[in-house]
């Protein structure tokens, strides 16, 4: 299994970004899919999930209104769209895909917000 995070960058407050997350090795469809965060010095946090068939999604109060979860089970890929992001959304963000007790993670890419 593998997933492949793409997106992260540098971009300054109020901007926007776009992760990406490719699966490989899964039936993609079949996984529950969440991107988590991971600030320095800090334990590692849920951002945003999105069900299988991504009917139901959730969010982290400190993104809600900003953040959306999305997905493509034709491509195996979730998305993360990023908007007036803050100097404080700055992380290593993770994909996770969940399925029962089959659970795989993303090497991280990584995010940083400034002027």
């Known amino acids: 299994v593998q997933l492949v995070e793409s997106g992260g960058g540098l971009v300054q407050p109020g901007g926007s970004l776009r992760l990406s997350c490719a699966a490989s090795?899964?039936?993609?469809?079949?996984?529950?899919m969440s991107w988590y965060r991971q600030a320095p010095g800090k334990e590692r946090e849920l951002v945003a999930r999105?069900?299988?068939?991504?009917?139901?999604?959730n969010y982290a109060d400190s993104v809600k209104g900003r953040f959306i979860i999305s997905r493509d089970n034709a491509k195996n890929t979730v998305y993360l769209q990023m908007n007036s992001l803050k100097p404080e959304d700055t992380a290593v963000y993770y994909c996770?895909?969940?399925?029962?007790?089959?659970?795989?993670w993303g090497q991280g890419t990584q995010v940083t917000v400034s002027s």
């Open positions: 090795g899964l039936t993609f469809s079949r996984f529950d």
């Open positions: 996770n895909a969940a399925l029962i007790t089959y659970v795989y």
């Open positions: 999105i069900s299988s068939a991504g009917g139901i999604t």
